[in-house]
């Protein structure tokens, strides 16, 4: 009970649970809390990729074109096989013209280049991606490079990365975009929180960190060299996890109510699960992320999204 009751002034002092989302003056959440068992709500990345894709087919239907999404892949590593062919279907079943692009393992560098150069040309491409990782003799940053810009809806060629640092329209990442919308279902307000994102990479870390500055969070980036990263987690009111350690992330790092998003994708004894131990974290933050069906899910919806964005300025 004494825990409970500290527990309960805790969620009082910090103040940062959906108030909002949930209706309840903070006095009433008090006494709910001290009652109730701790756990955290789930964040259903399935029911938020849903949204957004029935606002992507509206879009579309408001437009009244067939935006065009060509993926591609070389090479045969089974993850990609299963991604590229998961994006082509998704955009064909939310109205955009999905294409499947399939080059062998053997293909050079000039060959994938002369590729996206026709592709950037063609009219009827809105949208490219060059699924990662590539074979060896091709180098991914010369291929990203590569790509138009305006046709870049993974958001990873300079142009838009150099944007989104400066907080200006840009193509963004789709894993950073579907984490930013995850924590927007929970009605828990980003500007002024401390936000921590653990993990620095191109694709995830970074621009998550960027999308989080703009919104106005305080925000702190750990990565392997950050000292007493425990201590620095657990200030954090929302705190991302973008690691690729699986459940790296465990209780004692999380404050109590924090908005935990859980980006990882591990395998452990064949199981997928996050990188943060969410059994023991779901008892202590105020809302999370499962994995599976969390931030996975929202990565496609997000890339349909960029498409329609990309086809609507291009052709608009
Ligand atoms: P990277 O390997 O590129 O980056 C991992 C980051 O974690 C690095 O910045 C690294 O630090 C940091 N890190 C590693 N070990 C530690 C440690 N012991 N302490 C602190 N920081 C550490 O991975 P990604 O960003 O590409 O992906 C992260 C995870 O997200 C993976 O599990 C990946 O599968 C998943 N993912 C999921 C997606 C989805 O759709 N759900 C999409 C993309 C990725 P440093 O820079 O110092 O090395």
């Not at 067939?66 to 096989?81: H, I, K, Q, T």
């Not at 106005?216 to 392997?224: E, L, P």
Request: aromatic residues 2%; proline residues 5%; hydrophobic residues 50%.
């Amino acid at each position: 009970m004494t825990a409970l009751v500290i527990t309960a002034l805790v969620h009082l002092s910090f103040s940062m649970r959906g108030d909002r989302a949930r209706g309840w003056p903070v006095k009433t959440k008090v006494t709910l809390v001290s009652a109730a068992a701790m756990a955290a709500q789930l964040i259903d990345g399935k029911a938020v990729a849903k949204v957004l894709e029935a606002e992507v087919a509206a879009e579309i239907a408001r437009l009244g074109i067939r935006p065009g999404l060509v993926a591609v892949r070389v090479g045969n590593d089974p993850a990609s096989e299963i991604y590229v062919r998961n994006k082509a279907k998704k955009a064909r079943e939310l109205g955009l013209e999905g294409t499947e692009l399939v080059f062998p393992e053997t293909m050079t560098e000039s060959a994938l280049l002369a590729e996206v150069a026709r592709l950037n040309a063609d009219d009827a491409v809105d949208g490219i991606l060059v699924q990662l990782p590539l074979p060896k003799q091709i180098d991914p940053k010369k291929v990203i490079d590569a790509i138009d810009p305006a046709k870049d809806v993974d958001g990873f060629h300079p142009a838009n990365v150099g944007l989104l640092h400066l907080g200006r329209p840009a193509l963004v990442p789709c894993t950073p975009s579907g984490v930013m919308r995850l924590i927007d279902s929970t009605g828990v307000a980003i500007e002024g929180k401390r936000a921590v994102v653990i993990g620095r990479s191109d694709i995830v870390g970074k621009p998550v960190a960027a999308l989080l500055l703009a919104r106005n969070a305080t925000v702190t980036i750990c990565h392997s060299r950050t000292r007493d990263l425990a201590a620095v987690a657990r200030e954090a009111e929302i705190l991302v996890a973008a690691i690729g350690r699986a459940r790296f992330v465990t209780a004692e790092m999380i404050r109590p109510c924090a908005v935990v998003i859980d980006v990882g994708i591990n395998r452990i004894d064949g199981k997928l699960c996050g990188d943060v131990d969410f059994q023991a974290a779901k008892e202590t933050a105020g809302w999370i992320t499962p994995v599976p069906g969390g931030v996975g899910p929202m990565t496609i919806a997000v890339l349909m999204s960029n498409t329609v964005r990309a086809a609507a300025r291009r052709r608009t």
